[in-house]
């Protein structure tokens, strides 16, 4: 079964920075393209990152562009999220997915449990 | 901000059926697939329905997605208290080059 095990939250002031990691197991990291998709107090999704499965191309959202950094180890089959700049709406959980295309679609297969990022 | 609308609560009684609504533009559910997603608050969130209305292994047929234009919806059927969560609608979009997810839609089992 995939796992994937986000790490690396925690309390930050704002203005400071921080960097998540995402641990992936049980399948092979190096095929897939990976998100950061997070979700703050009492609101809905909000998707973050994508970075290609060779980290060749990357997306991001319009609200961390310029102050968040997305990559991946395939050697350690690990992806990451720098985050700086941080400000207090960048507070939220935050979860990382596998991509997965198969049908003639992509879709967010698998996702992580979450680690919690606080800006105060 | 979510550039997919829908609406923010849908409630019925077990056994009833319902429907969430996801409403978009061109540039996201005109031109590209639409995927649900079923989540627990603090929870991972689990894919219920990718290319429009295809459901993934272990997902009950009750559950089914359709797409017309810029709109999509997801149907419960036979609705069950273990369906009560929080349902995003969800594209790419080829305007903001991102994945958007739509506002979400809370689901009460009365």
């Known amino acids: 079964q995939v796992h994937l095990v986000e790490s690396g939250g925690g309390v930050v002031q704002p203005g400071r920075s921080l960097r998540l990691s995402c641990a992936a197991s049980r399948f092979t990291f190096n095929n897939y393209a990976m998100h950061w998709v997070r979700q703050a107090p009492g609101k809905g999704l909000e998707w973050v990152a994508v970075i290609w499965y060779d980290g060749s191309d990357k997306y991001y959202a319009d609200s961390v562009k310029g102050r968040f950094t997305v990559s991946r180890d395939n050697s350690k089959d690990t992806m990451y999220l720098q985050m700086n700049s941080l400000r207090a709406e960048d507070t939220a959980i935050y979860y990382c997915a596998r991509d997965r295309c198969s049908g003639g679609d992509c879709f967010l297969d698998y996702w992580g449990q979450g680690t919690q990022v606080i800006v105060s | ?110």
Do not use: M
């Open chain 2, 1 to 110: 901000q979510s550039v997919l609308t829908q609406s923010p609560s849908a409630s019925g009684t077990p056994g009833q059926r319902i429907t969430i609504s996801c409403s978009g533009s061109i540039s996201n559910i005109g031109n590209n697939t639409v995927k649900w997603y079923q989540h627990l608050p603090g929870t991972a969130p689990k894919l219920l329905i990718y290319y429009n209305n295809q459901r993934p292994s272990g997902v009950p047929d009750r559950l089914s997605g359709s797409k017309s234009g810029t709109s999509a919806s997801l149907a419960i059927s036979g609705l069950q208290s273990e369906d009560e969560a929080d349902y995003y609608c969800a594209a790419w979009d080829d305007s903001l080059n991102g994945y958007v997810f739509g506002t979400g839609t809370k689901v009460t089992v009365l």
